[in-house]
């Protein structure tokens, strides 16, 4: 059994006003390491550094709106009927994946229209950048002792500070582990697969982060203002990464289906 000390959430302070916390220190680092990746690989896209540029700083704008919003109506619907100004108050914590996930789509679904680039294509080339992104997060989460896991009595159990004292699963690290390192490689390996055509990289991404992530929860403790959802055994987590799955694979049916209308279009053209 671990016992966590208290980490500091300041990762530092610059003149005894402005705090660089650990949290949003992994987000910026998250966003830098998939810019240095994005420019290895923009001769893929045909895009310049300057259009890559101002698609970051969208697709930024586009997660932290998401994640937060998305935070407050699905975790803290209550709260922010209540007193609505809390939706701004992002210093106190609270951000959703799959808040981000929505604002991170529209944003890029609005860059592509506005810069007359296919939507499909700058999906594929964005996707596979998020996993180290999302690695650092739960890093993140860790570090504040957060997101805790279920009670156990494995012999790498933890103990968080602000919990209840129990020994737990420390589930941001299995998570850390399954949805960025794991997410990595497989997309990665999607990537070099020659025969997938344009979009089927955020079908695969929806399929392997809803299956990683729906399995890695039945070691995470649920959410205490909302417990269970399904079944009395699901969390909100779990229910959001099933449909993020079964949302996958029919668009990944799709996909599939209009690239081989396509092959065969372009094959009966030929041989006429």
């Avoid at 991170?104 to 596979?128: C, E, M, Q, W, Y």
């Avoid at 890695?216 to 987590?237: A, H, K, T």
């Avoid at 049916?253 to 006429?272: C, E, M, P, T």
Wanted: proline fraction near 4%; charged fraction near 15%.
């Amino acid at each position: 059994m671990i016992v966590l000390p208290v980490f500091n959430p300041d990762l530092f302070v610059i003149a005894g006003v402005i705090r660089i916390k650990w949290y949003g220190f992994m987000y910026l680092l998250g966003f830098l390491i998939a810019w240095v990746i994005a420019t290895h690989r923009l001769k893929d896209t045909g895009i310049t550094k300057e259009i890559l540029l101002d698609y970051f700083s969208a697709f930024a704008f586009g997660i932290i709106i998401g994640g937060r919003f998305g935070y407050m109506l699905i975790y803290n619907y209550e709260v922010l009927m209540a007193a609505p100004l809390t939706l701004f108050k992002i210093w106190n914590g609270g951000m959703s994946f799959h808040g981000a996930l929505v604002g991170g789509v529209i944003a890029t679904i609005v860059f592509s229209l506005k810069h007359a680039i296919n939507v499909h294509r700058l999906i594929d080339f964005t996707v596979p950048l998020l996993p180290p992104g999302i690695m650092l997060g739960r890093f993140g989460n860790f570090i504040n002792g957060e997101l805790w896991g279920r009670v156990t009595n494995v012999s790498w159990a933890m103990i968080f500070p602000y919990s209840d004292g129990l020994p737990r699963h420390p589930s941001q690290l299995y998570e850390m582990f399954g949805e960025g390192v794991l997410l990595y490689f497989l997309m990665d390996w999607h990537r070099k697969r020659n025969r997938f055509g344009s979009g089927m990289m955020g079908c695969w991404f929806l399929i392997h982060y809803g299956w990683i992530r729906f399995t890695l929860e039945f070691f995470r403790e649920p959410d205490v203002q909302i417990g269970y959802v399904c079944f009395d055994f699901l969390s909100m987590g779990q229910c959001l990464c099933f449909i993020m799955l079964v949302s996958g694979l029919i668009w990944l049916i799709k996909r599939d289906r209009h690239l081989n209308r396509a092959v065969l279009h372009s094959v009966n053209l030929q041989q006429h």
